[in-house]
């Protein structure tokens, strides 16, 4: 029986802790980091302070936890994708996938707006390598193996959330993906 307690408790716990990013997510979301206070996340997710401490030690870290479920959400989704065999056509396929991904409501600020303002740089880029970053750079190292496979995922990451920021902001898209073959294109050309 104590089993089942545990369980309960943990199952609990998980719950309490996945209310409190969904909440900080829509809070996030709607009115930035900076304007979330601690009592709208509580309230929104409909648990006391204490709990929100518990789980996480400050805002920062519960921001932090919804960036990543949100990085996590993205990479899935290219993961999950079929991609063509061909290593041009997967990059420009795969490309597309993501930038469906970032029109998720909220993503693209979270993702690539409040997150690197309040993490850092540093920090989202690590957690771009633990998430999906390293598809970028493995579907470049099958268009062009060389060294400077790293530095070209980083540039052509840019470029891609450059693209998703327009699109979010309501651009039309169909420039920014014709400019994103393009670049791909001549990745591919110039190896």
Do not use: C
Request: no cysteine; hydrophobic share 50%; net charge negative.
């Amino acid at each position: 029986m104590q089993d089942d307690s545990r369980r309960s408790n943990k199952d609990r716990s998980a719950a309490m802790r996945q209310a409190l990013i969904n909440a900080g997510r829509h809070l996030f979301t709607e009115k930035g980091f900076a304007a979330t206070g601690t009592p709208d996340i509580v309230a929104a997710a409909g648990v006391t302070r204490g709990a929100l401490y518990h789980h996480f030690a400050d805002k920062e870290a519960l921001f932090a936890a919804t960036v990543r479920a949100e990085a996590e959400a993205v990479a899935k989704a290219v993961r999950s994708a079929e991609l063509p065999a061909d290593p041009l056509q997967a990059l420009k396929a795969g490309g597309q996938v993501w930038l469906d991904a970032m029109q998720a409501p909220g993503r693209a600020r979270l993702l690539l707006v409040d997150g690197p303002a309040v993490l850092g740089r540093a920090a989202m880029d690590a957690l771009d390598a633990e998430t999906g970053g390293q598809t970028l750079a493995e579907g470049l190292a099958a268009l062009r193996p060389d060294e400077s496979v790293r530095e070209l995922a980083a540039l052509l990451s840019a470029a891609f959330d450059r693209a998703a920021l327009a699109i979010v902001a309501g651009e039309k898209p169909e420039p920014w993906l014709h400019a994103l073959e393009g670049l791909i294109d001549n990745l591919s050309a110039a190896a």
